[in-house]
């Protein structure tokens, strides 16, 4: 059974950098070929796709938060990372992250954490 478990801080003051960890078991992200994402909720709002690191070390995304996010692993923890920097409340939101494979689709997600962005 594959778990993940998102990890970070639930407060993050404005224009401070966002970053959260996601600890994964019962797989390796270096398995070929998953790809390893995050997503977030905003409230009353839908589902926004952020990027993934696939099994590869490569990683991707979304052109709109390109210029301030970044997703990175340490293979050796199991882990993948993402950091979104200038944090402002509309990155308020549930953060998720997921394994997505090229046949099962996202089929495994963490519990998802609550992150506020206020002062």
């Known amino acids: 059974q594959v778990h993940l478990q998102e990890s970070g801080p639930g407060l993050v003051k404005p224009s401070q950098t966002l970053s959260l960890s996601c600890t994964v078991t019962g797989d390796s992200i270096t398995t070929k070929y998953f790809y390893w994402s995050w997503i977030r909720q905003p409230p009353g709002k839908g589902l926004e796709w952020l990027g993934y690191?696939?099994?590869?070390?490569?990683?991707f995304v979304t052109p709109r938060l390109q210029s301030r996010t970044s997703i990175s692993r340490d293979s050796s923890k199991n882990q993948f990372t993402l950091q979104l920097n200038s944090a402002t409340p509309e990155d308020t939101a549930v953060y998720y992250c997921?394994?997505?494979?090229?046949?099962?689709?996202?089929?495994?997600w963490g519990q998802g954490i609550q992150v506020t962005v206020s002062a």
């Open positions: 997921a394994r997505e494979g090229r046949r099962e689709g996202y089929d495994y």
């Open positions: 690191i696939a099994y590869d070390g490569s990683a």
